[in-house]
């Protein structure tokens, strides 16, 4: 083996490498960018973290102690207070009423006669509410967040009243 030979060898191995480390970085940035473009658009908004109070009033003699716009013959609430967390838009967030599993009623915060249509914040609060024979005890409330960006929605809060089954 001469020289020339032996220096020509070593070279080539210097290039290859090069190469390889080159072609390595080229495909590490390339699954990287993939992964940013591809799945950004899975990207959704999280659901607002919300501590949710409520407080259940099974005799209720003035209405208007809890909202003014509930109805005189009200004789049963449900304050669901907003403890602390996220704010979140009234839009995106429903109350659904539940007996046994069998849906009552259903209505956007903003929607409802005695909710808001402003930001909702810590202390504000909504007021689901019974009157004539009706009752909560055995009933359901579930807060739902609808994403605004997709049709994914996710329960943010459930209470069951002391006799729901």
């Known amino acids: 083996m001469t020289w020339g030979t032996f220096f020509d060898e070593r070279a080539v191995s210097k290039?290859?490498?090069?190469?390889?480390?080159?072609?390595?970085v080229v495909a590490l940035a390339a699954t990287v960018g993939f992964m940013v473009v591809g799945f950004g658009d899975m990207l959704n908004e999280p659901a607002p973290q919300v501590a949710f109070e409520a407080t259940y009033y099974d005799e209720v003699d003035d209405p208007d102690e809890f909202h003014p716009d509930l109805p005189s013959n009200t004789n049963e609430v449900v304050v669901l207070s907003h403890g602390?967390?996220?704010?979140?838009?009234?839009?995106?967030?429903?109350?659904?009423?539940?007996?046994?599993?069998?849906?009552?009623?259903?209505?956007?915060?903003?929607?409802?006669?005695?909710?808001?249509?402003?930001?909702?914040?810590?202390?504000?609060?909504?007021y689901p509410h019974a009157y004539g024979g009706e009752t909560l005890s055995d009933m359901s409330i579930r807060i739902i967040w609808h994403n605004p960006q997709s049709d994914s929605s996710q329960i943010i809060y459930e209470w069951d009243g002391p006799e729901a089954g």
Do not use: C, K, T
Not at 92 to 108: H, K, L, P, S, W
């Open 84 to 126: 602390v967390g996220d704010q979140f838009d009234p839009s995106e967030v429903e109350y659904v009423i539940y007996r046994n599993g069998d849906e009552q009623f259903r209505a956007f915060w903003d929607e409802s006669d005695h909710g808001q249509e402003e930001i909702v914040s810590s202390s504000d609060a909504l």
């Open 15 to 24: 290039v290859i490498g090069v190469v390889l480390m080159v072609a390595i």
